[in-house]
């Protein structure tokens, strides 16, 4: 298979893992499935998780990976890459869209161990109830003790609908980096090696 054949086979799963990535992350700002924390947050009085709102799947696993596979799909058109140039900028662009996707990774993987913004009941014999993050600074231990999830009163099931998504976020951006990264190794191969274009020319009449 050529490298502009490659470039295809790369570039498609970017815009699904893209498309993923985007709507994960706005789904993130909609817990419970209502527009009312998103409506009250604030600074001061959070109601959103803080790595939601760092756009890490927006940003980072939707447009700079949406870019770099718009670039890597037009280096495959009929096929083949239109010259050596083209596969040396798919490098760049590459490089750029393995940036998103560990920036997004990143992200993911703290939202996970810190846990959602909930209102939960403090355990100090109170029975007070107060808004805040219960689970941070557990180092993602509460994600295997399901039990403690129910610490979370409000948003209802904000700790499985958190999960879910950042859990999606990060395997979307873990591939994407492995795709980016295997693009960069194919648009190497495309500017040394050269492209089907140039076989093309070769065995043509």
Request: charged share 15%; hydrophobic share 45%; with cysteine.
């Amino acid at each position: 298979m050529c490298t502009g054949s490659c470039s295809k086979f790369i570039a498609v799963p970017l815009y699904v893992l893209a498309l993923v990535s985007v709507i994960c992350n706005i789904m993130l700002f909609f817990p419970d499935f209502s527009t009312e924390y998103a409506g009250s947050d604030s600074e001061s009085d959070p109601r959103l998780t803080n790595e939601v709102k760092y756009m890490g799947g927006f940003i980072g696993g939707g447009i700079m990976i949406l870019i770099p596979a718009i670039h890597i799909h037009l280096t495959s058109t009929k096929s083949c890459c239109a010259n050596r140039c083209g596969m040396f900028l798919s490098i760049g662009f590459a490089a750029l869209g393995v940036a998103g996707a560990i920036y997004s990774l990143a992200v993911a993987a703290v939202g996970l161990q810190n846990g959602p913004v909930c209102r939960y009941r403090a355990d100090n014999g109170t029975e007070i109830e107060t808004w805040g993050r219960p689970f941070m600074g557990s180092s993602g231990d509460y994600l295997g003790d399901k039990d403690s999830w129910g610490r979370c009163l409000i948003p209802e099931n904000v700790v499985e609908f958190n999960l879910g998504l950042f859990s999606t976020l990060l395997v979307a951006a873990a591939l994407e980096a492995v795709l980016c990264a295997f693009q960069m190794i194919n648009g190497l191969f495309g500017c040394i090696c050269g492209t089907c274009s140039d076989k093309d020319e070769d065995v043509s009449p």
